[in-house]
């Protein structure tokens, strides 16, 4: 299969496309791949600043004229190659937390069943979209060294901030390293030191562990202070956040006990005070986000150079409907996917039920309940039946609100896209890290595990430091790692995290049950099961296998 910039990684900068000026509002141009080599590319530091800006946009957009259009894997739809938007089908809609009801031609279907294999659809836009950001990472190192600098006559005006540039681009590369090992396991490897051309061989999964750790904890030491950077640009408490989450998942990823990093490096972050956490839960996931300290790195989005039909924008048109148009801030939504019954019953009763009166929950005592049930069953089937594609059948999710902290919407009747700000990491999960892998055997103690669990706690019931709300504080007994896994759905759904902590917990595919898994969708069939363990990666796309003659599926994928 002929991937249009994915063989970046593998020919020159010919595919290589500029972003306008700075990291905020990472606004395309595209360059005309004819007529444009590296030498016309990196012809001044705002040209340098551009690339490295598509390094990070990667992640955001879908291709080179905004929502649609040009998009850059071609072959594929552009929707659903968003980053994000990917990776949620991947992480979020093979567990307990979310089903769609639509787009089985793509194979949510699969995922939804746990069934997938080599020709999955889905599966294949988060390997590309990954490769793709690697490449862009690379090219752009290969082309920043002193010597390029220097004979561009660019050394003296940059030779301040390209260091940094250089540690942010490595950092990114890292993080798709790491996404790579954990979805996919072995993978083709190639970095910037590599001639343009060469057809990369594949490594083993703990190959690639080891550099990403490697290269995270290197640029760890190079990258601005925490809180240093601007925003939307990491800085070392970002590699720090990504070092706790890779080490805390060494031992499922290939066999390694690193608790005891995982939890020096999520103290780091806590410890720094940078990055505390935010006053309200809610008002992470609002439009108005990027004043929200808590969000270590977020991946921008505004409503005039950021559209997509992935990011945030996705993730909240799917997860409503539209009598939710006045709680939510859009105009605009689609209202194909909806909860499971697992991780709604994971909140008390209580605050499971939609309140037209109390759309925001303040009344509630767990403010993360942000349900949406008005008009829809709690089950995501109906007895006798076969798997509908029915939007009532599950509740809704108003967890992300294209509105401001003053409970506004950005237009009076909405926008047709989001500009909430997509938070990749942030603080509430180091403090849960923190307790788990002292749970784990790190060196801080129960007390201390405990005061990280009850502080995220304190914070969702808005009581203790945060409030006078009812508190939601547990005891030492009930401080477990079953809790934690729980704790870490309620704080963290819908935040591409849920796959990888369930096979950290041996949860995934055996031993714990949700709606439709193991599935073929009959009738009755809605009660899971346990599935093949060969589920807890990924296939390489199969069409892979057509242009690298290098390449070892999977075990059990043909």
Known sequence: MKIKLIMLSLTAASSLALLSSCLDDLNTMPLNEKILTSDKVYVSAAAYRGVLAKCYGSLTLSGQEGPSGNGDLAGMDEGYSCYTRAVLYLQECTTDELLFHSGSSQGSRDYLFMAWNAGTQITRYSYYRLIMS????????????????KDRELYEEMKSEMPYYRAEARFIRAYCYSMLCDLFGSVPFIDETMMPGVIPHQKSREE???????????????????????YGR???????FLLSRIYINANSWVGKNEYENAYRYAKKVIDSGKYPLASDYRHIFLADNRTCKEIIWPLPQDLENTKSYGGSNFVIKALTDGNMKPFTGMSDVWGNAR????????????????????????????????FYTTGHTKETWED?????????????????????????PLAANGTTYSAIDYPMFRTADAYLMAAEAILRGASGSRADALSYVNEVRDRAYLSGAYGSGTSGRISDAQLTLDFILDERARELHTELVR??????FGKFTKGYSWDWKGSDGAAGSYIGKDVDDKYKLFPIPQEEFTVNP???QNPGFY
């Open 134 to 149: 690697i490449g862009y990472c690379n090219e752009f190192l290969r082309e920043s060294t002193d010597e390029k600098l």
């Open 208 to 230: 690639i562990y080891n550099y990403a750790v490697a290269e995270a904890e290197a640029v760890a030491a190079l990258l601005k202070a925490p809180g240093e950077n601007e």
């Open 234 to 240: 990491v800085d070392q408490a970002a590699a720090w």
């Open 339 to 370: 909860l499971k019954t697992q991780l709604v019953d994971m909140f008390e009763a209580t605050d499971q039920l939609f309140d037209e009166s109390d759309p925001w929950g303040d009344s509630k005592k767990d403010k993360r309940a942000q």
């Open 384 to 408: 006798g039946s076969a798997l509908k594609n029915d939007f009532a059948n599950g509740y809704a999710c108003l967890k992300w609100r294209n509105m401001t902290k003053g409970r506004q």
């Open 499 to 504: 796959r990888t902590d369930l096979i950290r």
């Open 550 to 552: 290098y390449l070892t």
